[in-house]
């Protein structure tokens, strides 16, 4: 640097490029240890993102609040990605540049696997708290985890529970085109096999406010019950509207829909929904005083909330433990660590997935969530 | 099934119809396309919802449903017309005699800071309202519609009537027809061209302020950016119809909404957008001024 100073012979301009320099070095204050949490903060699914962002913010919190982490102060950054795979890369980029040492993130598949290039590259642990399509961590890359389980489970749990307690035999699907929606809804398809007949398959544009007329297809088709793969913005118009051109069989999905703005949406159409997620968090006994406090600050948990706690917990105990906020340490210890959060025991195998998970059947009853149906032999 | 599809299509064309008018209205008069005009129907969706709640809460709408009804569609003309002008005032007028490109910019301009401001005002989380109307089905002739779509038919077949006799019959009607013919003329034998101007925007804006409360009801929900879909699609039946052509506009937005619901239920779901704009560029090419656009020589 001191020989291109010399060259240059222009006190000035060094003086302007050191300033640049610096600027860029010093925005990192050396008494903080940065984390960042990204999701979608805005728009349609804006719910889910600020779930993330507060789950992860009472765990910087509970840190800052005792001893810090290796002796100093967690900083917590918000990425907004807006579900949009470009922005989500965009934030990547700015994160890595802001030096954090790990990220909880991002909420959708289709944000989550891009962004994810960008924190392989860099060497930084992600952990996603609701990124479920396989491919997240079928890529082996050893910086990449979650703390929920993968579309190929919860398809198969969503298949089996359409063939064995609904008994249907006519199933049409919809799916969303995104990287998840559409996953899911060929993984349930999949293992469907040829116990119920799919008598009609076809995408939607998420975003769109209006399914009536490939609803009103649908009905045509006599299904006994439909499938939906995607998110609540989309579910709860799809119920509403099945209703209104009289498609009444059940609507069964997936965790992208389990949200109390779904049953805001859709209303009464969304009694006696079927969707697929993991046991209700709240009722473990581990999570009672998280919860507690979590309502205290932010009001009634959401179904993701508890799982981006738990991936901070993750992400912050991985650094104590190793010491360092060297990414490949941090990787290390998060893969070779068990640690017992609030939604269960949490242990990586060598992709980054959990090495137990479940998924169960929920109905929509009343407006409310409820555990309805577990797959038999577990 | 065909007809349950030409209902769908028809109360979505209708909205896109109401939309397209303001559109088409605005450049007729001032060869300028509004681009901001999308936020304003979605700021009459957003008064719809924010309305409607209000009423719900203090127990209006239990108990009179019409009256309610009433006082939303003319709450949100009211509050729709005023952005309507302020918008004319502030991004058009000073700019009406600058180079043709700038008044698009400061429309697309409008359009952002309007987004912004009402998701910084509103919250950027979706706006969600629960049922008013009774989502059951009644059947017509063995087919099942809904109440609604029924509802929104006929209120924007009874707004379009309005206007075309707004246009055809009063004098306003007559100074906004000849304003849009020949602005310097319509100025030099005593027509008031900004006060034509600022009505054009005012009428834009009602029916667009319309448009949103009726999908405010009829969805239910309405977040800050439904306004760029929608004025995507109410620009396309503008211009499908023959832009500055206000027959065109509603023809436009009908065969539009029909398009969309009838490509979606036979064809394919997954490009419904797709069959919107491949009917757009077909007409194009067949005739480059729309389908009841005037020839482009009327206007020298």
Known sequence: MIEIFRRIHSPLLAVLIFALFGGTGCSRPADTIRIAVAGPMTGDQSKQGNDLKNGVELAVAKWNETSGLLGKKVELLVGDDQHDPKQAVAIANKFVNSGVVGVVGHWNSSASIPASEVYHRADIPMITPASTNPRVTDRGYSNVFRVCGRDDQQGKVAAEFVAAQLKAKRVAVLHDKTTYGQGLADEFKKALGNRAEVVYYSGIIQGDKDFRGVLTTVVSKKPDVYFFGGIYPEGGLLVKQAKEVGLNVPMVSGDGVIDQVFVQIAGEAADGTYLTFSPDTTKLPAAQEVLKQYRARYGEPGPYSFYAYDAAQVLLNAVQKAGTTDGFGINQAIRTTSYDGITGRLQFDSKGDLLTTQYVVWITKNGQFEEFWKPSGR | ?300
Do not use: W
């Open chain 2, 1 to 300: 099934m065909l007809l349950q599809q030409i209902v769908n299509g028809l109360a979505l064309g209708a909205v896109y119809a109401l939309i397209a008018l303001g559109y088409t209205m605005v450049y007729g008069v001032l060869e300028l396309i509004n681009f901001a005009h999308g936020e304003i129907y979605m700021i009459g969706a957003y008064l719809g919802i924010l309305l409607l709640t209000f009423f719900t809460a203090v127990g209006l709408t239990q108990h009179h449903l019409v009256l309610s009804l009433f006082l939303v569609f003319v709450g949100a003309a009211l509050y729709c017309a005023g952005y309507g002008l302020t918008l004319e005032r502030v991004a058009y007028r000073p700019l009406r005699h600058a180079n043709r490109l700038s008044p698009l910019i400061s429309a697309i301009g409008m359009s952002i800071f309007l987004q912004n401001y009402v998701m910084l005002a509103q919250g950027s989380t979706d706006k969600v309202f629960p049922h008013l109307l009774p989502s059951e089905p009644v059947a017509v002739l063995g087919v099942p519609i809904s109440l609604l779509q029924i509802f929104i038919i006929l209120t924007s077949i009874f707004l379009m009537i309005g206007l075309s006799l707004f246009v055809k019959k009063t004098r306003l009607g007559k100074a906004m027809r000849a304003t849009a013919q020949d602005k310097r003329m319509a100025g030099l034998v005593g027509i008031d061209i900004n006060k034509v101007i600022a009505i054009t925007f005012v009428i834009g804006s009602i029916l667009a302020s319309a448009a949103g409360v009726m999908v405010a009801i009829y969805y239910g929900l309405v977040n800050f950016f439904i306004g760029y879909v929608a004025g995507i699609k109410a620009f396309t039946a503008a211009v499908l119809g023959g832009i500055g052509n206000i027959p065109g506009a509603m023809a436009g937005g009908f065969i539009l909404g029909l398009v969309e619901s009838l490509g979606a239920g036979y064809l394919s779901s997954e490009y419904k957008d797709v069959f919107a704009f491949l009917i757009l560029i077909v007409v194009l090419i067949l005739r480059p001024s729309g389908l009841l656009g005037e020839k482009a020589s009327e206007k020298v």
